[in-house]
């Protein structure tokens, strides 16, 4: 190959590739959303745009959750819904349809109504049973739900495409200009080869498709000059919000007072409450409030994708790195060597070096091209395992998230086994944070709510040491069987006295007895908390219940299906009984069985103490005041 060969197949293509990509990568950024400076404070609504449009305004022209969360709040402002909070939890709200006509109503209010009229039962919906089950129609709903919004502002004059018609058609233009180029180069070579010039056709359309694809991508939307002023104007309403002392706290039924109020600061996200309350399906991982560090903010997390390093072992990634020295070197050295040698006797043997490489056929360029790739390609692993190892990094904050990342499937038992987790620790001064991938080794010394220093490898993004500074309180409160404040009617009233599962061990009591770090989960409902308790690690399995039986049949047949299978336990209760994965103890007319899943040898004698703690606090008339599961 001489050197014109080698600039016009090779030079020339890259080349017109490198000037479309540049002239690509400047529309981007030319095209960008422009930053907004907010209006003055005040406390006015400063405009008539519905909140689902306000939404895309104050997050840089982007759809997010807060579209739909602002929405339902509008619409139980301007009464096509009502909002009711029967106690003191926001997340026991209920929607109730008023039967109001939606014929007037945008897209995406339709959207949402309709979703609320699909849910209800007799006119009544939980807020928290309005989210999808299925991961396919939820992202179908969200779609459907941005480009609705979009629409909606784009007819207001307020957001456009990033990218206009004018400028998709440019780029299409200079992208069948750098197809062009590729097809020169492809059509010379196929012409000195002798090959069938079919194949510059091919190249001239597959390049030229291939970039106008690109250039005609949905990039998002971006401001325009009525957008930017109106945002301005919101942005001040957001500050004034903001500064509002308990405005943030405001449940979603507090609509009833504040009115469209909370649905605009919904859709500024100014709502922390409300906002956690709302979900429909659409809830953002990549978004996530934190009040570490003193008052609360929603940031933005990013997520390790895409390439393979993240969350490798080094011992990985320095094997792969010794694999590709070695075919890189094979291909460099050992193959590139001997089709570059000319054979003895051959008029190239007596040629430079030079001019050996200007002759190169382009399978030799190819094959040593690709080894010295492969060589760079190891040294880069070599050199970032290196800093990884000996300059890891402490980041002290609280878990935001921890969610399974990676799983491996079993082909018998069709079972699934974590392999890591994403894990996102907030500092309290990031504006953005990084999830960092947690091995499954370790993924149960955390939970959410703790505060933690852990030990990262930043490349990798791997975790490899986990330090509990402040666990998380528990959240698991206990049903309060106390006398209703309105009715005057107790929750649990026959019987001397009331026994409560979650009231005969702690969560510290059983961590310290099975040597992990443990939370109660709160109970799916009254009746259950009466009789059942359940102990979960950091990873959410369990690994610990405690069940609760009243005197009666029930109890009977408890005990004897322990006496069958386990041995007895002298000096514990009246009487008790351990097995493989349980012990069971009574005193008085109540049993108490308390069950280890995955039970290991060993165990027996950890339960029996928690057995024997149990019963302890237990009264001498003891009672539950109430039948047990049946």
């Known amino acids: 190959?001489?050197?014109?060969?080698?600039?016009?197949?090779?030079?020339?293509?890259?080349?017109?590739?490198?000037?479309?990509?540049?002239?690509?990568?400047?529309?981007?950024?030319?095209?960008?959303?422009?930053?907004?400076?907010?209006?003055?404070?005040?406390?006015?609504?400063?405009?008539?745009?519905?909140?689902?449009?306000?939404?895309?305004?104050?997050?840089?022209?982007?759809?997010?959750?807060?579209?739909?969360?602002?929405?339902?709040?509008?619409?139980?402002?301007?009464?096509?819904?009502?909002?009711?909070?029967?106690?003191?939890?926001?997340?026991?709200?209920?929607?109730?349809?008023?039967?109001?006509?939606?014929?007037?109503?945008?897209?995406?209010?339709?959207?949402?109504?309709?979703?609320?009229?699909?849910?209800?039962?007799?006119?009544?919906?939980?807020?928290?049973?309005?989210?999808?089950?299925?991961?396919?129609?939820?992202?179908?709903?969200?779609?459907?739900?941005?480009?609705?919004?979009?629409?909606?502002?784009?007819?207001?004059?307020?957001?456009?495409?990033?990218?206009?018609?004018?400028?998709?058609?440019?780029?299409?233009?200079?992208?069948?200009?750098?197809?062009?180029?590729?097809?020169?180069?492809?059509?010379?070579?196929?012409?000195?080869?002798?090959?069938?010039?079919?194949?510059?056709?091919?190249?001239?359309?597959?390049?030229?498709?291939?970039?106008?694809?690109?250039?005609?991508?949905?990039?998002?939307?971006?401001?325009?000059?009525?957008?930017?002023?109106?945002?301005?104007?919101?942005?001040?309403?957001?500050?004034?919000?903001?500064?509002?002392?308990?405005?943030?706290?405001?449940?979603?039924a507090a609509v009833t007072v504040w009115d469209r109020y909370l649905s605009y600061g919904a859709a500024l996200g100014v709502t922390r409450v409300a906002s956690r309350v709302i979900h429909l399906g659409i809830a953002d991982r990549k978004r996530l409030w934190s009040s570490y560090g003193g008052g609360w903010r929603q940031v933005p997390v990013t997520y390790p994708a895409g390439l393979p390093r993240y969350g490798q072992a080094l011992g990985w990634i320095v094997f792969r790195a010794i694999l590709a020295a070695m075919v890189g070197w094979t291909f460099a050295r050992v193959v590139g060597a001997a089709l570059l040698a000319p054979a003895p006797g051959s008029p190239d043997a007596e040629a430079g070096l030079w001019s050996r490489l200007t002759s190169i056929d382009p399978v030799t360029l190819g094959v040593v091209t690709l080894g010295l790739v492969l060589l760079g390609y190891a040294g880069y692993l070599g050199v970032r395992a290196l800093i990884d190892l000996v300059a890891p990094a402490d980041v002290t904050g609280e878990v935001l998230w921890q969610q399974v990342r990676q799983v491996r499937s079993s082909d018998s038992d069709r079972s699934s086994t974590p392999i890591n987790h994403y894990l996102v620790v907030d500092d309290g001064r990031a504006e953005q944070l990084r999830a960092w991938v947690l091995p499954e080794e370790i993924a149960g010394e955390c939970r959410l709510g703790d505060v933690v220093t852990v030990r990262v490898r930043p490349w990798t993004r791997r975790v490899t040491r986990v330090t509990v500074h402040r666990p998380a309180s528990e959240t698991a409160e206990p049903f309060d069987d106390t006398e209703d404040e309105e009715t005057g009617v107790g929750a649990a009233t026959a019987g001397p006295a009331v026994v409560r599962p979650d009231h005969l061990l702690s969560a510290a009591e059983v961590g310290t007895a099975l040597g992990v770090r443990v939370s109660l989960v709160r109970p799916e409902s009254a009746d259950e908390a009466r009789w059942a308790a359940r102990f979960v690690d950091g990873r959410g399995s369990t690994v610990l219940g405690v069940t609760v039986v009243p005197g009666g049949r029930m109890a009977t047949a408890t005990l004897l299906m322990s006496r069958s299978v386990g041995q007895a336990l002298p000096g514990v209760g009246d009487e008790a009984y351990v097995g493989r994965d349980r012990v069971t103890g009574r005193r008085g007319d109540v049993v108490v069985l308390i069950v280890r899943p995955h039970a290991v040898p060993g165990d027996g004698p950890v339960l029996a103490g928690l057995l024997t703690t149990a019963l302890s606090r237990l009264p001498a008339d003891a009672s539950t005041g109430q039948s047990g599961p049946r």
């Open 1 to 252: 190959m001489t050197s014109d060969n080698l600039a016009v197949e090779l030079f020339l293509p890259l080349a017109c590739l490198a000037v479309w990509a540049a002239v690509y990568g400047l529309a981007r950024l030319s095209n960008r959303p422009a930053g907004v400076t907010p209006a003055p404070a005040g406390m006015d609504l400063p405009g008539q745009e519905p909140p689902a449009v306000v939404s895309l305004l104050a997050n840089q022209w982007q759809v997010t959750v807060d579209a739909a969360e602002s929405t339902l709040l509008d619409l139980a402002a301007r009464g096509y819904v009502e909002l009711r909070q029967a106690d003191a939890d926001p997340q026991h709200t209920t929607v109730h349809l008023t039967g109001r006509s939606p014929e007037h109503l945008t897209r995406y209010e339709r959207l949402v109504h309709d979703r609320v009229t699909q849910r209800a039962v007799d006119g009544v919906v939980p807020l928290t049973a309005l989210s999808f089950s299925d991961a396919g129609r939820a992202a179908s709903w969200s779609k459907r739900m941005r480009r609705y919004v979009v629409a909606d502002a784009r007819r207001l004059g307020l957001s456009r495409r990033r990218f206009s018609k004018v400028m998709v058609t440019t780029l299409g233009i200079l992208g069948v200009l750098a197809a062009a180029g590729v097809t020169a180069g492809v059509w010379h070579y196929l012409r000195r080869t002798g090959d069938d010039p079919f194949g510059a056709v091919a190249a001239l359309v597959l390049t030229a498709a291939a970039l106008a694809a690109i250039a005609g991508r949905d990039l998002g939307e971006r401001d325009t000059p009525a957008g930017r002023e109106v945002a301005a104007r919101w942005l001040g309403l957001r500050t004034w919000l903001a500064g509002h002392e308990s405005f943030a706290d405001l449940p979603p």
